[in-house]
DNA sequence: TAAATTACCATACAGATGTATGGTAATTTT
DNA sequence: AAAATTACCATACATCTGTATGGTAATTTA
């Protein structure tokens, strides 16, 4: 990705994306200028053009619905780059992971819903391993026994949740691991959202 | 998925879900016309409408490339249909539960590539467990040690692949299951593909 | 044997679709 | 201050696209 979308460039290439991954369709010029509320298609063929020269998509030319995303197939691997872990959100916490923002790479998932690579063996027993993708939705509240990805100071860990009277408790599915309960002695902690699936590529491992 | 489909009806819903996971669009009429060589739109506009009066897909009216494929449930089942399951090509076997699965889009599916979901658990200790969707590529030669699709007289199996002097060898990781050896046993036997991914929605299990 | 289905063809048409061109106004860069 | 960029508008147009209608021939079903 080259220069940088202004944000109505970035907010019709969310669009863009967000129909093609929910209706499996890319929309059409007028698609995307009624939901814009643009009279024109025009208006819309320029901005399309515009996020094209910047690299963002590709255009199919006289092709109904021709637009292309452009995004590498690479996956969105966050680094917890410590020391920003604490700021709160999670898309926020990976900068260098989201300069390239591949707010595309992101969004192409399940709205609003992102990746974490999960490092270390503690869900073992969850049949989640070390270096499997897990799929985070934020807007989704936990509930006693699902898994979730937390920031607790400044590590970001994925664990089973459970919420107590005074206290939530993030279990490790593996023994060898204890519980971690959540009161007042972690100054920064936060649930980052609901783990709702889980990805592997075979390449890694398993091969 | 209510009657049967000829055989021109099931080569053109395949050419559709083709384009669809391939190219990310499902075809228009005229795509579909000329990769049939029919002279005419109107050709395929029949067709169409027998493929949708048999359930198979869902038109979008006056909707360019408004094809959707009844998506069955969720997910892709494989059913061993016995009689096609030798024949060969894995979209032919299962034409009704095609195009199922709500992956994730970082699970990208490569062209060609298709889903089955593992039931059993003879690949526990490689990571899959029953009930996880395996990603497969047909056109990737298996190596020594990865895990492959492959099809045995009426079952579909996902074991790991050895090849050997004179025979292959299908083995699974959980000890309490035999490895399986190609030589003449086996009426049909066909390799389908290289397992090249893993997912698994979290809806169902370890939550 | 009659009726239905399948598999094509041709023509016609309204509206969808992408694109080209030219214009205005506001903002940002140089 | 001039030039470029951004963000819209309008009109025009060729082609794409789905659909409607009517026809022929072969095959299958009743």
Chains 1, 2 share one sequence.
Do not use: C, W
């Not at 939901?35 to 963002?56: C, D, M, P, S």
């Not at 020391?83 to 790479?105: C, H, K, M, Q, R």
């Not at 607790?152 to 519980?179: C, T």
């Amino acid at each position: 990705m080259s220069k940088e979308l202004t944000e109505i460039q970035k907010e019709i290439l969310e669009f863009i994306i967000e129909q093609k991954t929910g209706k499996g369709l890319p929309p059409t010029l007028a698609d995307i200028a009624k939901h814009f509320g643009y009279k024109n298609r025009a208006t819309v063929q320029q901005h399309l053009q515009a996020i094209e020269r910047k690299g963002y998509i590709k255009k199919n030319p006289n092709l109904a619905r021709g637009i292309e995303l452009t995004l590498d197939d690479k996956f969105f691997i966050p680094r917890p780059v410590l020391g920003e872990v604490a700021a709160g959100n999670p898309l926020t916490i990976y900068p260098d992971a989201i300069d390239t923002v591949e707010l595309p790479t992101i969004a192409r998932m399940p709205k609003d819903s992102f990746l974490l690579r999960v490092k270390g063996d503690s869900l073992k027993d969850a049949y989640i391993f070390s270096g499997d993708i897990v799929i985070i939705n934020p807007n989704l509240e936990p509930k006693n026994g699902q898994i979730v990805a937390a920031i607790l100071d400044d590590a970001a860990v994925v664990k089973r949740f459970y919420k107590k009277k005074n206290e939530i408790e993030l279990v490790s599915e593996n023994p060898d691991f204890a519980p971690i309960v959540i009161d007042k002695k972690y100054a920064s902690f936060k649930i980052v959202g609901l783990v709702i699936g889980v990805y592997r590529s075979m390449d890694k491992k398993a091969v």
